[in-house]
């Protein structure tokens, strides 16, 4: 996922000298200077940025030395914790005093860092939300505030690989899926029509959002209930179980990882995944397209989707708030939104062009996704939704599976 490295530094060091004969003004409208005195300042202050492996660091590291031409007195250290862990992290290191400044965070743990103090809010917020994509400026606003800065915008999509189903054979609902995945199945042995990992609520929330059914609601913030044994909710999860006359196997054994595996290795037509996996299967020097993902029995729209913002978060435990604020932004501008892409794959958070023939897929989707809810019961959905998808693909009661998913996630 990791290329362009070099035309990115060139990119980087045209930056800097550029924006290094601005005014200060002018580095602050693109975001160079935000926080008041971040440039004037002559005090030495060092930004500790907790982010993941595999792209994300680069981009920290790349991103923090342009920042430093800009700002002689501010350096950027990386420290490697990964996106999934650093919510709890934080929680331990951050009173002890040997947290960061700015960590990266998925926008669904937004409610349990805010409640729990460990994040500050935006600032100058309503200059951001008006930079970034609506649907990352609503991620990241918890009870009316908005926290932390978007750094970049993902869902998911069908991908398709062309040695075997040309674009205009790609089905356009779940029906012809379904129709078309028997017949390859049919006439390939040993491979697969369609794989998807059944056993991860991250995908399988698309089939109980028919009739605009939603997790948590219509805003994702209804803590009463979860609307996931519904009755939209249960018929939607019915057909889930269905698919498994078009794709027998366990759901122990369709992992992400295995299906990503059968895909990558030309074993499977078609998959749902996300933009992270397009650089690994060009790689792999697969042919394949992305496409909206297939409507609903009884809908027109593509399935609706979780749509999902990465964030950068200012630690409430930071000796530098200000500056820390002031890199986020300064990540926020186009430069950075492009090197971020050339760099992960990453959709941009910020209404930019980005060179790639995939995503158009991955834009018409993101009309239809729903941000994944960030109140804190987002907790106790994760491991709660896989069991029971892993349980109703391998074949139990889907309603008796769906009222004890919702009594697992709220507490009454």
Known sequence: MKRNVVSAFALLTALACACMSCSKKEAASAGGSAAAGASASSEKVKLVVWESLQGPDEFIKQAGQAYTKLHPNVTVEFVNVELGDAAGQIALDGPAGVGPDLFAAPHDKLGELVTGGHVMPTVDAESVRKSVLGACAQALTYEGTMYGYPISAETYALFYNKAFISDSEVPKTWDDLSIWVKDFNAKNTGKYGFVMDVGNGYYTIIFTTEKGNRL????????????LNTPAAVEGMKFFQSLRSILNVDADDLSTANCDAAFQSG???MHITGLWNVRPF??????FGVAALPSLPGESDPAASFSGTRSMQVSAYSDHPAEAADFAKFLLTPEMQQLRFNLTGAMPSIDTKVSSKYMSGFLRQLDFAFPMPSIPEMAAFWDTMGNTSKNIWNGANVKAELDACEAAIIKK
Do not use: P, Q, V
């Not at 805003?219 to 979860?226: F, I, L, N, P, Q």
């Open 267 to 269: 074993n499977a037509a």
């Open 282 to 287: 060009e790689d792999a020097g697969l042919d």
């Open 216 to 227: 948590f609601g219509s805003d994702g913030s209804d803590t009463s209930t979860s609307y």
